[in-house]
């Protein structure tokens, strides 16, 4: 096995912790998507206003509010192991970077 300069571990670590992000990511861009879906079926029915009584936003707020942490709920154990695995990747790359001495620098 072929060792690696220490520069391009680093970058592989770090690649690999840019996928988990994404992966962190798309699972909330599905759940917005979702709720966005959802949000026409959260409207109150018109028959109400007609009636006399406004529409109540906090009725609605209260809607989405529930239908999120429903849909949320759903996804939660994925969202937690990704985070647990993001928290490992950026302990692991700090303590590489010290281990190598290796200065933080931001790409352009």
């Known amino acids: 096995m072929v060792a690696l300069d220490p ?16 992966q962190l990511d798309m699972i909330e861009r599905q759940i917005m998507r979702r ?3 959802l949000i026409p079926q959260l409207q109150p029915k018109r028959k109400a206003f007609h009636r006399g009584r406004p529409p109540d936003p906090a009725a609605f707020l209260e ?40 200065e933080h620098t931001r790409a352009a």
């Not at 520069?7 to 994404?22: I, P």
């Not at 192991?81 to 790359?93: F, G, M, T």
């Open 7 to 22: 520069r391009t571990r680093l970058f592989r670590m770090e690649e690999a912790r840019r996928q988990t992000q994404h």
């Open 35 to 37: 709720m966005t879906a």
């Open 63 to 102: 809607r989405y509010r529930s239908n999120l942490a429903a849909i949320t709920a759903e996804r939660q154990h994925e969202i937690d192991a990704l985070s647990r695995k993001l928290a490992r990747q950026d302990d692991a790359i700090a303590a590489f970077r010290e281990r190598y001495r290796i």
